[in-house]
């Protein structure tokens, strides 16, 4: 399996923007496809986005479509979320998580997650 570390997560006010970073390590870090997962308080873990192993193919969900984009790069072992406009309904823990195979939305279909980093948008 991969280890993740995320990170990147804040205060921000409403209509700014984040980055957040994954770092993996381990296991070769092309051979899986990534996802990130959001969980606010009192509800459940949430698609947000997930990238193919080079970042070909990706989803978004449609509650942040348009705001925000998943990407990698591989050579540094790392995935990334930017999220711009970012809105109060965005504050919770994310998630980024990987699967050995292609992508997917089901949180339960990924093997490896992070810790999580918080992100709090204030109104």
């Known amino acids: 399996q991969v280890q993740l570390v995320e990170s990147g997560g804040g205060l921000v006010q409403a209509g700014g923007s984040l980055r957040l970073s994954c770092a993996a390590s381990g296991r070769a870090f092309r051979a899986y496809a990534m996802g990130w997962f959001r969980q606010a308080p009192g509800k459940e873990r949430e698609f947000v986005a997930t990238a193919s192993w080079n970042g070909g193919i990706t989803y978004i969900a449609d509650s942040v479509k348009g705001r925000f984009t998943i990407s990698r790069d591989n050579a540094k072992n790392t995935a990334y979320l930017q999220m711009n406009s970012l809105q109060p309904e965005d504050t919770a823990v994310y998630y980024c998580?990987?699967?050995?195979?292609?992508?997917?939305?089901?949180?339960?279909?990924?093997?490896?997650w992070g810790q999580g980093t918080q992100v709090t948008v204030s109104s």
């Open positions: 998580a990987a699967r050995p195979e292609g992508t997917s939305r089901f949180a339960y279909e990924y093997a490896s």
